[in-house]
């Protein structure tokens, strides 16, 4: 009998693996909503007229979503997720029946907050939590009600919102983070896309699965890993642009951690072949928008971008479209990107919302790894050719930071830590130098390719170049704090901090004041500021 038995479950075995059904129906105030694209992210299936749908699947993503219709918002699981997706729970064999509600919504005039790289972990040393409370989320709100006046909001999330490698030292994950942006009262609904820090650093040594694994948490809470969604006849995509590997070496500096938390920074064939499928049912002539964790080309920082040869293929999934705008974080920058070879993205890289991963010391700005403000993004999608704003959290209030470098060298020569600092680090740029007399220092990250950079003291032009001199604010910020006699050298303060986007140029005077200005390709002017000189370097400092 036991043969028999083992000889029936051996015939039935492809059956069993080609999985089961999932079927519900997608309405909205009772009524069904037709049309709808539903995905189990490998193939997509429409509602009929009742609003019903059924697909064969082997459940591999374990999720089942649809992609909102224009005037529709799925109805919420929390203040802050739609619910536009849902788990896949049963054996891949059994049925599962899956509803979707949708709530009709007026989506003309809408806006997008932008966030990216928050890094929230409920460490103590770092005083993240309470720092995106008090910092971040009040000018999330001001900017979400003034933008609200006009139409709805919603926040696309770019990646990194967690951070793997403290998940268990705090008992904080994906989830965590979700439900205390939840409890912090954030104004607007999320959609999100996962970075590499958005997986589970203890899954480790399964091959290719351990990308799928280790993301059980981020799918658990925000669904899919690549979706769309339509609003207000735009159509928003988002791409999981992360193969997470975490092998090698453990890191037993925390808890829980099974390898070095490496990565790939690509999309995984399967997910590209989905975007070919849901394309088929985006009109030529709609709005693009493609929200990634990695950025599609980096003409500043090459390892911070896809793989050689995915632009060439995403370029020829949307062959059909000639704009498709590109929204990044993941560098911990900003910068306005191009690719002459595929000029069809226009590409928007943004800085951390944390700033750099909320390393600052107390009483200090948060900056970039750029030295670029700390900021969030914000889009009114009513303009016809969209550009996001940059909204400071702390800062200058402007796209800029200029220093007169003969302040800076003053403040090297006469701050003990600083001195500290060039004893450890002599290979770092030492503005007390005298080659540095006089310069006019500008780190400029509202500089987009195209654009020309002037300097000009008493009307007369100064030769600018660029370089990847050190950055000072970054020093005094992140290095100099704590520095004493026995202090040691560190690997990773021992280069400069360089950016893509600094300008310098030699004044002939000590205290004439110099005008900065950028102009684009037509000859507008889109940034002028008069740096008065000499200028205090502290009042950058705190």
Known sequence: MKKVLAIAAFLLLPFLLQGGVVKGRVSSEGRPVAGVQVSDGRQIV????????SMKTDKADSIVFITTPSGYIAEPIDPVRPGFWQLLTEKPCKTEVHDFNLVPQDQNGYSVIFITDCHLADDPSRNCLERFRKDVLPVVKREYEAAAAKGPVYTMNLGDFSHDRYWYDFDFNEADAERFLVSCGYPSPVYTVTGNHDNDGAVAGLGERTDFVSAWNYRHTWGPGCYSVNIGGDHWIFMDTVEYINDGDVDKRHKNINGKRNYRCRILDKDIEWLRKDLQYVRKDSRIFLCTHVPLFNDAFKSERLEDGQVAVLDDVFKDYPTVYVYSGHTHKHLNSSSGKYPRFKQFIFAATSGNMWNHPEGYQAIESDSSDQAINVMDCRESDPRPRFVHITGVGKM??????????????TDPQCRIFHRLYPNRTWFADPEFENMVYVNYWGYAPGQKVEMFENGKPLKVSRKDYDEPLAAITYVTPGLNEGSTASKSNVKNRRTSHTFVATASTSDAPVVFRATDAEG??????EIIRPKVFNQYIH
Do not use: H, M, P, Q
């Open 46 to 53: 429409l509602t009929d007229a009742r609003g019903r749908y």
């Open 400 to 413: 800029l930071r200029a220093y007169d470098i003969n302040t800076v060298a003053e403040y090297y020569r």
């Open 524 to 529: 507008n002017v889109v940034c002028e500021e």
